[in-house]
């Protein structure tokens, strides 16, 4: 009877190892799926042709339908290894030079030697590459770039400038934020966003009706004078004089203007346009997503900045791909965590969205039908998790939707 026990922990035991592998393999391959989609992006690129604009296919389609079908991960994940973990955030910068370095050799007339040998050495001819490309499929390879740099690129840089005491991880994501030509996010973000968030006085909260357009606009032009005015309101209130070599604001701008240096060293004075229009879809990339993170969702100034203040998204593939952002109000509440110790707010602390975030985003460039379908989800932010003194606030202003059936 002994025996018989023990040979049944015993295969037990094997049983949820196996099981406890297979997870663990199973996120290490969902914390690997940007990489492997730039790669896979990077080769389209290589290719020519319609393949070009695999990127933004991918973006709509792998992170929206695919997204929606697996559906949600569970209370509690294996993660992998932390030098994982990291080596996934540090691997972007380098693949994103390379992506981009393949985009300019289809994109040009004759291309780079070095660069075609890359290419013969995975058995693409580039100059048949080239020749199915043209102009308009050109514009796809920076079409996908733009959508690599917004997913990748501000998503990672996003994870590392909140690591106040790693100088390092700190200056790596101000590089990502180059190709957008968004360094300033990496102080409006962590000294306006995080402090302001929820109140009119965040650029980057949407307001209740607010169209995804112009909120995109708002929020640019808001979080870059954000970002100024804190630099310069940081300098004067240290004593400390106020020029481009002290003022960190300047000194992130001049990353930027390497990143177009770049750009014109390989593509002339055609990089002008190319890292604009490339770097545009970037930003905007990031804007769509700041619109779905907090739609609607307000906070008194002063008062605590709660998870309550954030949508949270459980999606299973966007959550892999974008390295745990969806997990925002966990986020929000204790911004110093890696993404690796994120954690689901439960429903009595934080909202959740209904779809994932591609899947939102798509239904927010509908305007009206959009604002009908989140509001009833909204109104029941406002019966659970509105405070009084927010319940107040969204009365004055005629926006409180608490009285409709969630």
Known sequence: MSDTLDKDAAGRNRGLGTSLLATRAGNTLR????????LLGTAAIAWGGPLTYTGLLFSFFLVGYVDELFGDISQTEIMPPVWYCQAMLFATLPLLIFATLIAFNVSTEHGFGWLDAIS????????????????FWGIGAYVSLGMYYGAAG?????ELI??????????FGTWLLAFTWDTGFAIEHVHGHHRNVGTEADPATARRGEYIVLFVYRSTVGQWLGAKRFEDERLARKGISNNLWTNRFWRNQRRTAAGAAFYIAFLGWWGIPAVIF?????????????????YGLVRIPGTRVEARHSWDSHRRVSGGMFYNLMLHANHHKIATRRY?????????????????????????????????????HLAGWDNRLASPEEI?????????????AA
């Open 392 to 404: 107040a606030y969204l009365k004055g202003k005629g926006l409180y939707l608490g009285d409709r």
């Open 154 to 158: 501000v998503n990672v840089s996003h």
């Open 162 to 171: 909140h690591r106040a005491d790693k100088p390092f991880d700190r200056l």
């Open 278 to 294: 490339a770097g545009s879809i970037g930003k905007i990339y990031l804007e769509v997503v700041n619109y779905i993170e907090h």
């Open 120 to 135: 013969r050495g995975v058995g693409i001819d580039p100059d048949a590459a080239r020749a199915r490309t043209g102009w």
């Open 340 to 376: 690796w110790e994120l954690e689901q707010s439960p429903p009595e602390e934080a909202a959740t969205l209904p779809r994932g975030y591609m899947a939102m985003i798509l239904f927010a460039f509908l305007g009206p039908p959009f604002f009908t379908y989140i509001n009833k």
């Open 31 to 38: 914390y690997s799926m940007m990489n492997i989609f730039i």
